[in-house]
């Protein structure tokens, strides 16, 4: 008989699982939190559900995890009513006591409860509760709204930032399978640069780009490309602007930020010449992985994210080039862009097993390049690059 395990992607261990679940239940216990309650949509930014149950959120479809201090987890996601089977498979979930159902979409506004009337009938089992939030960005107006007013007795707490210093530092069977999604998108570079070619359009380059990672076990893709002629800013773009014809001379500007077997998320982007590079391409991209270098040796454990970022755009304008206003350098894990990020106003500071990805940009009104690659904290400052590819402007 067929064993249905053997439909599921890359799993993490159960021996790494519990290991997250007794740090969380510790801190809980700190801080006399009975229950920590999650909600998450979709896989890019989805990482609090995915990390406690190794199932991921998926297409706006939001999934509620309810994780008690001294028993196992309840599951609430978009599907039948009893006596129907509610999703996730019972087979696929580890550590959970209930899985519960119902047909609520943010779409049909009159469902919108629905869930949280589900969560309500577990919450409410113990009197008085302490609810610690994790995520609250990601808690809707509406769900707290019933979950406040049917448990007048419970007292809500802010749970994120306990649970992200703790998700923030990656153990080894983790760090494993961030480096094997790096793996996957170098081989995606190397597809991209057999298949690039005068006259095909962007959006073509994407779906070959899409298609190695796919092909080479990403379960979740975010791919950002563009192309244009040289002496003009060729910045990434979305799929909406992606029509153009590539022409002889062009650069193309390529970002593959996908997950990899396991769902843990790398980055890496490269810029192509369809032809010689001018000068002035040349100057910028050598600057953006000088900038990038620049970063990487502050980051060492304890660093300031603040002093980080100001050092950046300190060297960016010594060297002519506009500031940065934008993300260019943060964690990752099972979400795309996870703390510490590089931000003037972040508080976590690094620390040993982060995962950080650095893409710092020199850009100007007549040209842009970027360079991206990931980086593993070590108690001795960022470990070699997890990335293989050659950091320079591939020329076809």
């Known amino acids: 008989m067929e064993d249905p395990r053997e439909r ?66 309840t599951l609430i996601n978009c599907g039948p009513t009893p006596p129907g089977d509610p999703y996730p ?3 696929s979930v580890r550590g959970v006591k209930n899985r519960l159902g119902a047909p609520y979409f943010p779409s049909v506004h009159y469902t919108s409860a629905y869930d949280a009337e589900l969560a309500v009938s577990v919450l409410n089992a113990k009197k008085r509760a302490t609810i610690g939030l994790v995520g609250k960005s990601y808690i809707p107006m509406n769900f707290f709204h019933y979950l406040s007013k049917h448990l007048g007795d419970a007292k809500f707490v802010d749970m994120t930032d306990h649970v992200d210093q703790i998700k923030a530092v990656k153990s080894p069977e983790e760090i494993e399978l961030i480096k094997e999604c790096a793996a996957i998108q170098d081989l995606a570079i190397e597809h991209v640069k057999k298949e690039l070619r005068p006259g095909r359009r962007t959006f073509e380059i994407h779906a070959e780009a899409q298609y190695s990672v796919m092909m080479h076990g990403s379960e979740r893709q975010l791919i950002l490309v563009n192309s244009g002629p040289q002496g003009t800013p060729v910045p990434f773009t979305f799929r909406r602007f992606q029509n153009r014809v590539l022409q002889e001379g062009d650069q193309v500007s390529l970002l593959i930020e996908v997950n990899g077997p ?42 300031d994210p603040k002093e ?36 003037r106003d972040e508080t976590m500071e690094l620390k040993v097993g982060n995962n950080m990805t650095v893409h710092p940009a020199a850009f100007n009104d007549r040209v842009w390049a970027t360079v991206c690659d990931n980086y593993v904290i070590t108690k001795d400052g960022p470990g070699p690059c997890l990335h293989k590819t050659p950091k320079k402007i591939i020329v076809l």
């Open 8 to 73: 599921m992607s890359r799993s993490i261990s159960t021996t790494e699982l519990e290991r997250r679940w007794k740090a969380v239940r510790e801190v809980m216990r700190d801080h006399k939190v009975d229950y920590l309650l999650m909600r998450n949509d979709e896989e890019f930014l989805g990482g609090y559900v995915r990390w406690f149950t190794d199932i991921p959120a998926r297409h706006s479809y939001p999934y509620t995890v309810i994780f008690p201090i001294d028993e196992e987890m």
């Open 89 to 91: 498979p019972a087979w």
């Open 262 to 303: 396991g769902g843990f998320y790398a980055e890496i982007a490269r810029i192509f010449s369809l032809g010689e590079p001018t000068q002035e391409l040349q100057d910028a991209y050598a600057i953006s992985v000088e900038a990038q270098a620049h970063s990487i040796n502050l980051m060492k454990p304890g660093a």
């Open 308 to 343: 980080i970022w100001e050092a950046n755009n300190e060297f960016l304008a010594k060297k002519g080039y506009q500031q940065e206003r934008r993300l260019y350098a943060h964690g990752q894990g099972y979400d795309l862009v996870e703390r510490p990020v590089i931000l």
